[in-house]
């Protein structure tokens, strides 16, 4: 191949001169461009795949966007990690002045490239520019364990995080629509930003999770109860849930909209979409003596029409 086409040569004896040490990687560059030529312009896997690593910044390892620095050798470098390197290339330390690599920013335009989350279903192909806006909505994408109470950094699919709560989690599992719950805690005062188990039902063929914590509102202990949806935001819109807690001939109820697990409890939490109960009632519900929380929570998801 290389004494077929004279211009491959060309570009291969040159960084030899500047950077011997990058010399196989430009000729993996040579052959991987002129592919697709030979191909009358179409691009295969193989051709993409090698493209990709060209457009992988050699610092942070991220896929480059526009701007795209080279320096004055040739070696690229994102936007993002420019500010950091203070003006020296990362690869061979010479000053990086403020050179922008137009060709592979063309390049880069021309590719499409399948969506990250192929192995997790999506057949969506997409132009390189608009892949990320892409990953960041695709329905395909993992999502993250709903379990509160730890910092678990397991993602998925639903079926698999099913699996995860109960086997890892040891999470309580309910079949049907509607519920009775206890919480109990033995010291209420204990209970600043306390968790409890999770509790997952499982009803119109989806999953929900029962979140119940303690957190301060300002200066006020509260007791805070809500519903996820395992599963995204427009399919949770179509169920509605209701809460109700009492005792003492008093009674609170809330009715809600579940919010997907791609919102972490935190943020419903802080958004206060469910049911607050401040702590004095919730150990007034309590009965007895006002030393020990004993909670009774009970609800109902439904279906919208
Ligand atoms: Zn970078
Ligand atoms: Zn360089
Ligand atoms: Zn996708
Ligand atoms: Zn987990």
């Not at 379990?147 to 709560?165: K, M, R, W």
């Not at 303690?214 to 200066?219: D, R, S, T």
Request: charged share 20%.
């Amino acid at each position: 191949m290389s004494s077929a086409n004279p211009y491959f040569d060309d570009i291969r004896t040159k960084p030899e001169v500047i950077d011997p040490p990058q010399d196989d990687d430009m000729m993996d560059v040579s052959e991987s461009v002129s592919d697709p030529a030979r191909n009358g312009g179409k691009p295969n896997v193989a051709v993409s795949s090698s493209v990709h690593e060209l457009l992988e910044c050699p610092v942070c390892l991220n896929a480059m966007y526009p701007p795209i620095h080279q320096c004055s050798n040739g070696h690229t470098l994102c936007s993002g990690c420019k500010p950091r390197v203070h003006n020296r290339c990362p690869t061979c330390r010479h000053e990086l002045g403020n050179i922008r690599c137009l060709a592979l920013e063309k390049v880069a335009a021309s590719l499409e490239l399948p969506c990250k989350y192929q192995t997790f279903g999506c057949v969506g192909i997409y132009p390189y520019y608009s892949k990320l806006k892409h990953e960041s909505q695709c329905v395909y994408r993992p999502y993250n364990c709903p379990y509160a109470g730890s910092e678990c950094t397991v993602i998925g699919d639903i079926p698999f995080l099913v699996a995860h709560l109960k086997d890892d989690h040891k999470v309580d599992m309910h079949n049907g629509s509607t519920f009775n719950h206890r919480y109990v805690k033995s010291n209420p005062q204990e209970v600043e930003n306390a968790t409890w188990m999770l509790t997952v039902f499982s009803c119109f063929g989806q999953y929900f999770c029962l979140h119940f914590e303690a957190f301060q509102l300002g200066m006020a202990p509260v007791y805070i109860a809500f519903l996820r949806f395992m599963g995204d935001d427009n399919e949770a819109k179509n169920y509605s849930y209701s809460l109700e807690v009492g005792g003492n001939g008093r009674k609170m109820v809330w009715q809600g909209v579940p919010r997907s697990i791609r919102d972490s409890h935190r943020k419903v939490r802080d958004s206060f979409d469910g049911l607050i109960i401040q702590r004095n009632m919730a150990l007034f519900f309590s009965g007895g003596d006002r030393k020990e929380l004993k909670l009774r929570v009970t609800g109902r998801i439904w279906k919208e029409q």
